[in-house]
Each structure stands twice: as structure tokens, then as C-alpha cells.
């Protein structure tokens, strides 16, 4: 059974509801007809607009929607999980939403999933979340670097070319040696993982890529994966 991450580094229908870009490219990598996507809006406290934007753009892709609130109350977590083909996590605060799912023990259930050649897919907080560590804004000062769940090896920074702050942050965490690489994905665009070892960038906006960031002959080196363009 292929394992599948889809890693967004910013846009999407959080943006631009009803385009369908990267959901579609996203749907289009289950072996279903018809797959079952859950939309998991966590990390913004499970906000209203958020799940109409979802399912404003997913109701017009071949796919049955659905999502889950963990601030109302909250459904049969393992029948709701283990009966998808997709699983997108939504942005927001990584911290807050960890917690969360780890209280409720979702983080157990998503690693089944993922185990059984469920897509995980999501973008920002929903893109980071895979990995070992990823670089967060969920402090309101500088950027950190959390701990995350762990299905992917190593680190991931989304908004790479988006956020004045990120790349600088980025380069601080590599030279004082408190990150020996980093995933860095650029808005508009995902970073698609198969089975752990398989990179390739799927790009739905001009001119942007994802990228190893590590150090290289003493100096922070930037390697960009292929591409896919989709727009």
C-alpha cells in the first residue's frame, strides 16, 4: 500500500475558494472514484468560514466531503477516520491543534491511516504536522521549531517565500545547528512525498518550488525538487 503526504506551503481554498487546483492534483492520487476526504479545521478552533470555503470548492471535485469538529461535539473518531481516502488538515496554530488530537488520541488513529495508504494532505499547520519538526508561528513572537508527529523524517518550514520572516528564521535554525536540514515549501505549491522517500514539487502558482535546505561547504544551500505543474 503506497504512503502518500501532500505537504501545501500556503494557498489553496483557504484563499481562493472554489479554484480546486491543488484539491483536485490532491483527490486525483487516490485509486477511488468517488474517495472520502475529511476536512480537520483544528488548528483554527474550527472556524465557520474555513469549512464553507472547504466545502465550496470540494462539493465540485468527484469526491465525498465531510469534516471534523473537535469544539462541538465530537463523532466516533475512529469510525470517521479509518473510513477515509483522504484526510486534509487545515492552517492555523500547530501547538493548539496538536494538543488537541493528541488528548483525543486522533494522532494515534491518523498514523493507522497513514499506515493503510490513507492521503494526508493540508496546508501550513496541515503541512508540517507530518513531520518530525516543523516551523511554526504559533508563538506570537519569533518563529519556533516544535516537535510534530513524526511520519516523515526531518523538519518542514511552509510560507517559505511568503513571510518576510521565514527564511532568515530558516537559516538561524541551520547555522546554530538546532536543525541539520529542513523541508521548505513555497506558497503555492506542495511538497508530495511517496512512501518516505519519493520528492516531487506540484506547483499551482507561478514560480515556486519546494526545497532541502541544509548546510553545503559552510554555507545554507538551498536544493529544489522536480516539478508538476497544474495551473
Known sequence: MKKQIIA???????RTPGEGLIEKYILDQSEKDIPNICFIPTATGDNEAYKVNYY?????????PSHLDFFKRTPDLKELILKQDVIFVGGGNTKSMLA????????LLLKEAYEKGVIMSGVS????????QGITDSWAEDLKVMDCL???????????DEEPQR??????????????????????????????????TVVFSKNKNSFLVEMK???????PYSTIDIY
Open 100 to 107: 488537541v488530537w493528541k488528548d483525543w488520541g486522533l494522532d
Open 8 to 14: 501545501i506551503g500556503g494557498g489553496g481554498f483557504g
Open 150 to 160: 513524526g511520519f516523515i523524517e526531518g523538519a518542514c518550514c511552509p510560507h517559505y
Open 217 to 223: 561547504d559552510n554555507q545554507v544551500a538551498e536544493k
Open 56 to 64: 465550496s470548492t470540494f462539493s465540485k471535485l468527484d469526491c465525498s
Open 125 to 132: 499547520a496541515g503541512a508540517i504536522c507530518w513531520f518530525d
Open 167 to 200: 527564511k532568515p528564521s530558516l537559516n538561524k535554525f541551520i547555522t546554530e545547528k538546532v536543525l541539520k536540514s529542513c523541508y521548505a515549501i513555497d506558497g503555492g505549491c506542495a511538497l508530495h512525498i511517496e512512501d518516505e522517500k519519493e520528492f516531487k
